[in-house]
């Protein structure tokens, strides 16, 4: 390949790889009946600006050990002043590690992780595992 072409191949892929990781990291902050649990989410934004956040947890307690017990974990979406949105399920496996990845045009909202007595609940009313706010 001619010198050229190699410099703008590179330039293209530095391009890419950027615009790839403009992401950023939160460490989610585990309740106090929690202090083992552990998370991040990774976010990101695709080519239509929506905010792609990939969470991921360790060290969580069986929801069914808490208190007050529940039998799943859920994800909550909670932009400033508005009631929390139920994202979905997040499923822990048998190491207590799980991992929950959307898309949402939410750009300042809080990051809510709860334990309840199933996914499709439309409120939090568990206990609240874990929590970080999202900008930008």
Request: charged letters at 15%; proline letters at 8%; glycine letters at 10%.
């Amino acid at each position: 390949m001619k010198r050229a072409t190699l410099i703008v191949l590179a330039a293209a892929l530095c391009v890419m790889v950027e615009a790839g990781c403009g992401g950023k990291k939160v460490q989610m902050n585990p309740a106090t009946s929690v202090p083992a649990a552990q998370g991040h989410a990774d976010i990101s934004h695709d080519n239509n600006g929506n905010t792609i956040v990939d969470l991921k947890v360790h060290h969580l307690a069986r929801p069914e050990n808490l208190s007050p017990p529940g039998s799943v974990y859920v994800v909550w979406f909670q932009p400033n002043g508005q009631p929390a949105q139920n994202q979905g399920q997040l499923r822990v496996d048998g190491n207590l590690n799980g991992e929950f990845k959307t898309t949402t045009p939410l750009k300042n909202f809080d990051i809510v992780v709860t334990s309840e007595p199933g996914p499709t609940v439309t409120a939090p009313s568990g206990a609240e595992i874990m929590r970080q706010h999202v900008s930008g």
